[in-house]
T-cell receptor, first 117, second 117 residues
């Protein structure tokens, strides 16, 4: 079955500290993976994506993620967190074809990030 | 580029009335749009996939007669919550793909907070 697991529901870090948000997926074929960020009361913004090639991908706002096939993981990292990074972070994988010839995103439950000054 | 505009951002309506939410792709043509519902502190729940010029594909458990979706043009999809009830109060988010390939990222609107009194 296809699924995305974000083990950490809530994380608190101090401003300036490093950050790693975990994401594990279950998908039989080559996964197409995404990280999105959602600020309170807002829609979602794409941070980065992995399709193929270099397993370390760079995104916006200083974020990066590393695809590790052996661990079925796609963890999001940032070397130094800013207070404005406080938000909800969602990992997603592009699922299999459905009857309507679409491939839907399968979402993790999200990780809420709080940043202490 | 790839801006999705969702309107209104907030709406309060009385029980039994209908509410229409618009989702527009401002600078691209979106053959496929997705409607999500998000409960507080939870992940996104896909309600339906909207394809331009054809009937929407609803996810299991979503009442098609209650949540009417119209994707009449390549830049506009609407979600109408008919005969709204307090349990329909939620955050509704639309998203659109800029086209092929199937794994192209989604671009999200800023969501609509619906409150039914």
């Amino acid at each position: 079955a296809q699924s995305v697991t974000q083990p950490d529901i809530h994380i608190t870090v101090s401003e300036g500290a490093s950050l790693e948000l975990r994401c594990n997926y279950s998908y039989g074929a080559t996964p197409y993976l995404f990280w999105y960020v959602q600020s309170p009361g807002q829609g979602l913004q794409l941070l980065l994506k992995y399709f193929s090639g270099d397993t370390l991908v760079q995104g916006i706002k200083g974020f990066e993620a590393e695809f590790k096939r052996s661990q079925s993981s796609f963890n999001l990292r940032k070397p130094s967190v800013h207070w404005s990074d406080a938000a909800e972070y969602f990992c997603a994988v592009c699922g299999a074809w459905d009857a309507g010839n679409n491939r839907k995103l399968i979402w993790g439950l999200g990780t809420s990030l709080a940043v202490n000054p | 580029g790839a801006v999705v505009s969702q309107h209104p951002s907030r709406v309060i309506c009385k029980s039994g009335t209908s509410v229409k939410i618009e989702c527009r792709s401002l600078d691209f043509q979106a053959t496929t749009m997705f409607w999500y519902r998000q409960f507080p502190k939870q992940s996104l729940m896909l309600m339906a996939t909207s394809n331009e010029g054809s009937k929407a594909t609803y996810e299991q458990g979503v009442e098609k007669d209650k949540f009417l979706i119209n994707h009449a043009s390549l830049t506009l999809s609407t979600l109408t919550v008919t005969s709204a009830h307090p349990e329909d109060s939620s955050f509704y988010i639309c998203s659109a793909k800029t086209g092929e390939p199937y794994n192209s990222p989604l671009h999200f609107g800023n969501g609509t907070r619906l409150t039914v009194t």
